[in-house]
């Protein structure tokens, strides 16, 4: 401190004002990455429109007899799968926070079990009618 400074006064600050200010700030943290994912998951959105739009343009293209054929269908094939990579790598940069991956995986692994009663009875289904059709004969 130098002659003709003024001591610094320190203001006592009520913790409830420092939490409150926590807060707000978390707020502030959690609407910019809320706005960071839905920008995410809005290019995301456009790839897929765009994976889309490579897959319908693959179905229209003939595989073709002679070599100018087959060079335009490798091209667009060569596109589609660009455009797929391309929007697997923006599905994967989208962060989640453990809590949501959990629950995907719970949904994901549902779904599995859905699936796998559905292929237990289409099995039994087909048993009964290869029974069927086989016949006491």
């Given at each position: 401190?130098t ?40 290019a ?20 073709g ?35 949501i ?37």
């Open positions: 401190m002659m003709g400074d003024a001591p610094q006064e320190r203001r006592a600050q009520h913790p409830r004002a420092r939490h409150l200010r926590g807060r707000r700030a978390d707020r502030r943290e959690a609407e910019d990455r809320k706005r960071q994912v839905l920008r995410q998951i809005d995301v959105r456009k790839a897929w429109a765009a994976a889309e739009k490579c897959k319908e343009k693959l179905d229209g293209t003939m595989k007899a002679t070599s100018k054929d087959k060079r335009k269908y490798r091209k667009v094939r060569g596109e589609r799968m660009r455009a797929h990579i391309a929007l697997s790598q923006l599905i994967r940069k989208i962060e989640f926070t453990e809590t991956k959990r629950r995907m995986i719970d949904q994901i692994k549902d779904k599995v079990e859905a699936v796998m009663r559905f292929q237990r009875q289409i099995a039994y289904i087909e048993r009964q009618l290869t029974m069927k059709t086989a016949g006491p004969n």
